[in-house]
């Protein structure tokens, strides 16, 4: 019945990889200001990822658990994450009934997906007494999935009007300008302008995700004494990736 739901449908089907556009987090760095120059973060993030056209909606669960340097004009952050969620669409389907005509039927997916990653940062900064000018860094991350999710993006690799990605590995990398302010002591607030990139193939009939980046978005983000919050927006940058939509994030973070 699957099957035949998404033979006959009249529209191209999108199914990307459960942590797309979400898989870059947020990894939060030490002020030049700060008295502390390196830091141990633990970050929960609730991120979900909403698919254009009622292509569907991934929601999940992301630890990220990172060290944080900042040397002289220099930060560094490295760590690891887990995550696991779920993502879920409403269907109609139409298919014969077997006397010349056809019936039509409402179905839900839901399939659930697990995983874990490497990510890390690198930023060059300028500093004056209230402000860090991170003006050039980098972003890296590899993420490994399994599940539900996964096996059935493999289940429909490759039939008409679908685009599904049958990988259960990401390796995405990015570029960011962030600036950070300093108003007083154990406060600091700021934003992130960023484009990443996921590497490699997603279906036979595409080379890559895209010349160029094929996400851009922004991140505001607060730090008051030990507790961050950060909030993200990503979107899709290129034209035959729109189904693929817009990607949030909303997160908490502790520092020691």
Known sequence: MTTTCFLSSCSKQYY???LYQNDVQLMMKPQSQDSAKRKIYIAGVLAEQ???SGQGDATSGVLNVYQSHTFKNINLSYGAIAYAGKYSRNETISSSNGNGGATTNDIHISKGFTGY???GSLSFYFSNKVCDFRILGADLIYTKESGD?????RSVYGLPDILSSPRSEMLSYGIFTEYVFHPKTDLNVGFKIFLNKVTGQINRDLNDYGSGFNTTGGTLFAEFNHINVHS???FSSRRYLAGFGLG???GAGYSF
């Not at 999710?149 to 993006?153: G, K, V």
């Open 248 to 250: 949030f994030q909303i």
């Open 117 to 119: 990653g490497f990510n």
């Open 232 to 234: 993200t927006m990503a």
């Open 16 to 18: 990307a990889p459960g």
């Open 50 to 52: 909403l698919g254009a």
């Open 149 to 153: 999710y996964l096996a059935f993006r």
